[in-house]
């Protein structure tokens, strides 16, 4: 049974006993997907972030790492897909309490060996057909209609598309994410500053504008935006950061948006993205983070790098 999908499926099997790698990769060929495979945990965890795998298979005969840990650190970090199903195999005949214990830790099935995987195959028809489903029906999201900016769904599918040209190219790749503040009261001689909807369509507007056209500018939730940008290094980020503070204090002056406004940055940038072993979804996540530890308060830019961080 084939399954319906634009491009082969894709499995990704971590498994220290060759015998049983071989044999499960047999398989899930013959059903038409394409199969990576390692030896290690660590690698499988790695593996996971870089490729948009529709499956992956961890057996419990890994050495460095649990099975079940590798299912619990999966589900239990950002940055990896949570709609990608885990199966555990296991070379000695399935328990109950051992079951559980893989449902528990964010296996969606759990395999004795001999493993049977006919149910396996038909349970992921009707999974891909769905998540298929799914992705056309949130594409019609993949713009903000207020902002005209993309939507956190759309820079995450672009941000696929751009990782893969940047990592042929051996490119410098940034993200930057931003939170625009705008005055709001002062407190002795000192001026607070907050993020508000107050402005914020106009805030995009600038941003939209004034980008590079090779530049990804979206909508990430709440009054935050965030920029992919190719061919730009930590250098550069800092660069773009100033030039749009520049357009927007030109905005201010020409009265096109109320009042002033401050940004708050978090970047993370890479100058070789191939060389890096970080793809963009990282740096996406990296950027958000610095950005959470930029100071609320004071004049001029706040801008922090996530290798500034202290526990990076």
Not at 77 to 84: E, G, K, L, M, N
Request: aromatic share 6%; charged share 25%.
């Amino acid at each position: 049974m084939q399954l319906s999908v634009e491009r082969p499926p894709l499995a990704l099997i971590a498994c220290s006993d060759d015998w049983m790698s071989r044999a499960l990769e047999n398989v899930f060929q013959q059903r038409g997907y394409v199969v990576a495979h390692t030896r290690s945990g660590a690698q499988a965890l790695e593996l996971a972030k870089l490729a948009n795998h529709d499956l992956l298979v961890v057996d419990e005969s890994l050495s460095d790492i649990n099975a079940l840990d590798v299912c619990r650190a999966i589900r239990e970090s950002t940055r990896f897909d949570h709609s990608i199903p885990l199966v555990v195999t296991s070379p000695t005949p399935a328990d109950p309490r051992s079951r559980m214990s893989a449902y528990a830790s964010g296996a969606w099935e759990y395999c004795s060996h001999p493993v049977d995987l006919e149910p396996v195959f038909l349970k992921l028809e009707t999974f891909l057909r769905a998540r298929g489903e799914i992705a056309v029906a949130r594409s019609e999201d993949f713009v903000n209609a207020t902002t005209g900016l993309y939507t956190t769904f759309g820079l995450r599918q672009l941000a696929g598309k751009l990782g893969a040209r940047a990592l042929r190219r051996h490119e410098p790749f940034a993200c930057v994410a931003f939170a625009p503040q705008v005055q709001d009261r002062e407190v002795g001689s000192s001026m607070l500053w907050k993020e508000s909807p107050v402005g914020f369509a106009d805030v995009a507007h600038v941003f939209r504008e004034q980008s590079r056209q090779s530049d990804v500018v979206g909508h990430v939730g709440d009054f935050r935006l965030a920029i992919l940008a190719p061919d730009t290094d930590a250098a550069g980020a800092r660069l773009m950061v100033a030039r749009l503070q520049h357009e927007l204090d030109r905005a201010t002056e020409k009265k096109t948006i109320s009042g002033q406004v401050r940004l708050r940055v978090g970047y993370s940038a890479v100058a070789d993205l191939a060389d890096s072993k970080v793809n963009v979804a990282e740096l996406v996540h990296r950027a958000e983070s610095a950005l959470d530890h930029a100071p609320l308060q004071g004049e001029g830019d706040a801008i922090i790098n996530f290798e500034e961080l202290p526990n990076y």
